[in-house]
C-alpha cells in the first residue's frame, strides 16, 4: 500500500501524516513519510517552508528533506526518479510510504502514468532570453491567454515554470495541460487522502503561519542562506518568504510589505492547490484542522483498512 495525503499549504498535512505513520506502526505495519513539497527538498530553508523539525523527524523517519544545497535546480523530472526510488525503498523493506506534498503536479508525477515531453535548446534559450527581458509577469499573462488552466496552476513569478510550459505549447501545439496525464496510476495499491477546510479558516491559518515564521526568524535565515548562495537559485530564490524577504533586503519592499506579500501570496497559491485536487476524484477527503484529530485520524484508517485499487492497464 502507498498512502498519499494532500491538500493546500498550512492545513495540517504534517501532523496528521506523523500522527498517521504512528497509527500504522502501532497496527504491526511500519510506515515513512516521502516527502512531495519541492521546497523541503533545500538545505537551510527551514523557517519559511515550515519543514518538519528535527523532534517530527526522530518520531517517524521522513525521506527526501535536505537532500539539495540552494544553489541546485529542482525539477519535477528529477524529483519523480527520486521519490520513486524512496518508495520502492520502502515497500522493498516492508514499509508503508505515506507521500505528503501539496503539489499536484509532484504528486501525479510520482505516483501516476507521467511523462515528460521533450525540450528543445533554441526555443528555451529564445524564451529564457524574452523572460530576462520583459519578466516573469508578462509571459504568465501571454501563457494565461492561451492556457488558463496552465497559469492558474504556476506563479506569476515562477518564470521557470511559466517558460516550460510556453516551450511544450510551442513544440506540441497542445496547451501544456494537455501533457498531463489521466487519473491512471503507475503504481500499486496507492490510497489517497485529501485535507482541507473552508477559506476563512485556512487564510487565518496562513496568516498565523507567516506570523511565526517572522518570529521565529524568517528575515535572518534568509540571510544566513545569501552567503550560500540563495540568490543564484532558480527554485529556492523563488519560494514563497524567501523571495519577498529579498525583495526586502534588496529595498525593494519594507519589511512589513514583504510579510504581507508572503500572505496574500499563499493564499492565493493555496486555492490553486484547492482547485486542482478537487479535480481528482480518487481522492478521499477527510475534512479540516477545524475536526478533532483523532476524528481525522479515524477517518483516514477507515480509507486505507477499504479494499485498495488495482494497478491500472
Given at each position: 500500500m502507498i498512502v498519499v495525503l494532500v491538500g493546500p499549504t498550512a492545513v495540517g498535512k504534517s501532523g496528521l501524516a506523523i500522527a498517521l505513520a504512528e497509527h500504522l506502526g502501532a497496527g504491526g505495519r511500519p510506515a515513512e513519510i516521502v516527502n512531495a513539497d519541492s521546497m523541503l527538498l533545500y538545505r537551510g530553508m527551514d523557517i519559511g517552508t515550515a519543514k518538519p523539525t528535527p523532534a517530527e523527524r526522530a518520531r517517524v523517519r521522513h525521506h527526501l528533506v535536505d537532500v539539495l544545497d540552494v544553489t541546485e535546480?529542482?525539477?519535477?523530472?528529477?524529483?519523480?526518479?527520486?521519490?520513486?526510488?524512496?518508495?520502492?525503498?520502502?515497500?522493498?523493506?516492508?514499509?508503508?510510504?505515506?507521500?505528503?506534498?501539496?503539489?499536484?503536479?509532484?504528486?501525479?508525477?510520482?505516483?501516476?502514468?507521467?511523462?515528460?515531453?521533450?525540450?528543445?535548446?533554441?526555443?528555451?534559450?529564445?524564451?529564457?532570453?524574452?523572460?530576462?527581458?520583459?519578466?516573469?509577469?508578462?509571459?504568465?499573462?501571454?501563457?494565461?491567454?492561451?492556457d488558463p488552466g496552465a497559469a492558474a496552476a504556476i506563479l506569476p513569478g515562477n518564470g521557470r515554470r511559466i517558460v516550460r510550459a510556453l516551450e511544450v505549447i510551442e513544440l506540441t501545439g497542445e496547451p501544456f495541460t494537455a501533457s498531463l496525464p489521466a487519473h491512471r496510476y503507475a503504481l500499486p495499491d496507492v490510497r489517497q487522502l485529501g485535507l482541507d477546510t473552508d477559506r476563512t479558516t485556512l487564510d487565518s491559518r496562513i496568516a498565523d503561519r507567516v506570523d511565526r515564521m517572522w518570529a521565529d526568524g524568517l528575515v535572518e535565515e534568509v540571510r544566513g542562506l545569501l552567503d550560500r548562495g540563495l540568490r543564484e537559485g532558480r527554485t529556492a530564490?523563488?519560494?514563497?518568504?524567501?523571495?519577498?524577504?529579498?525583495?526586502?533586503?534588496?529595498?525593494?519592499?519594507?519589511?512589513?510589505?514583504?510579510?504581507?506579500?508572503?500572505?496574500?501570496?499563499?493564499?492565493?497559491?493555496?486555492?490553486?492547490?484547492?482547485?486542482?485536487?478537487?479535480?481528482?476524484?480518487?481522492?478521499?477527503?477527510?475534512?479540516?484542522?477545524?475536526?478533532d484529530p483523532d476524528t481525522l485520524l479515524d477517518r483516514a484508517a477507515d480509507v486505507l483498512a477499504a479494499p485498495g485499487p488495482a494497478l491500472a492497464d
Open positions: 535546480t529542482s525539477t519535477v523530472a528529477e524529483f519523480q526518479t527520486l521519490a520513486r526510488a524512496a518508495i520502492e525503498d520502502c515497500l522493498t523493506r516492508g514499509v508503508v510510504p505515506v507521500v505528503v506534498g501539496g503539489s499536484a503536479l509532484y504528486v501525479r508525477a510520482v505516483v501516476d502514468e507521467f511523462r515528460f515531453p521533450g525540450t528543445d535548446p533554441d526555443v528555451r534559450a529564445r524564451l529564457d532570453a524574452e523572460l530576462a527581458e520583459r519578466g516573469p509577469a508578462a509571459l504568465h499573462e501571454r501563457l494565461a491567454a492561451v530564490s523563488r519560494a514563497l518568504g524567501y523571495a519577498q524577504v529579498l525583495d526586502h533586503l534588496d529595498g525593494r519592499t519594507s519589511e512589513a510589505e514583504a510579510r504581507e506579500l508572503t500572505v496574500t501570496g499563499t493564499r492565493k497559491f493555496a486555492r490553486r492547490q484547492g482547485s486542482w485536487f478537487r479535480r481528482d476524484p480518487r481522492i478521499s477527503w477527510l475534512g479540516g484542522p477545524g475536526d
